[in-house]
């Protein structure tokens, strides 16, 4: 626990003395329970400083319109994951302040897609989400994403799937670096994989 206390110190402290660049970042847009988390750990295996979800940044800062705070934050990073970063209002902005950035999206099939986010919800908040209010959600930020980043495919937007054989190699190529190996090492956030989501709640295609 000590441990824990004094690497957040010096995290902190680390932080607080980085200067500002406001120069190209690297932002993963995927929505959430896409492969966030392991395309956010290939970044750091490439040698980005990165930054995945800061719930001070998402509740203190992002949540309270404080986004000027928040562009202060992503300045002292290269790349970053999750909220805020993957919301479609911010998306333009990083895309202004941050000029030469690199964006990608990750794509995930609706149906192991729904049922992540359905037993990550559960698990977190105790309660199971309204399928169809979630679905649309998530259909409406690939929508906008593919609206705006049209003609910039292989550019600077590229367009993946962390479970491709070649996944990460295809990141790292993107991104100027040496593919460390091809694919990604996926890493599943969700606890309670084998939770069994309840008849009534299970979404289908036709829903």
Known sequence: MK?????RLVDRLAYELRRENYGPK???IGYLKTGTTSVGLGLKELGFRHSSFDKKVWVQLYQ??????????TSKFDSFDDLPWLKEDMIPVLDKVFPGSRFI?????ETPWVESFQRWRYLNFGAWPNVGEEMTKFRKHTELVREYFRGREGKDFMTLSVSAPDGFEKMAFFLGKEPL????SIHVATTGLNLSIPEEELWTEND
């Not at 441990?3 to 690497?7: D, F, L, R, S, T």
């Not at 309270?64 to 934050?73: N, S």
């Not at 999206?105 to 099939?109: C, D, F, G, S």
């Not at 190996?181 to 990604?184: E, N, Q």
């Open 26 to 28: 690297i932002f993963c």
């Open 64 to 73: 309270k319109d404080k986004i000027i705070d928040v562009i202060k934050y």
């Open 181 to 184: 190996r091809k694919g990604f």
């Open 3 to 7: 441990k824990n206390i004094v690497q």
């Open 105 to 109: 999206y990750l794509e995930r099939e």
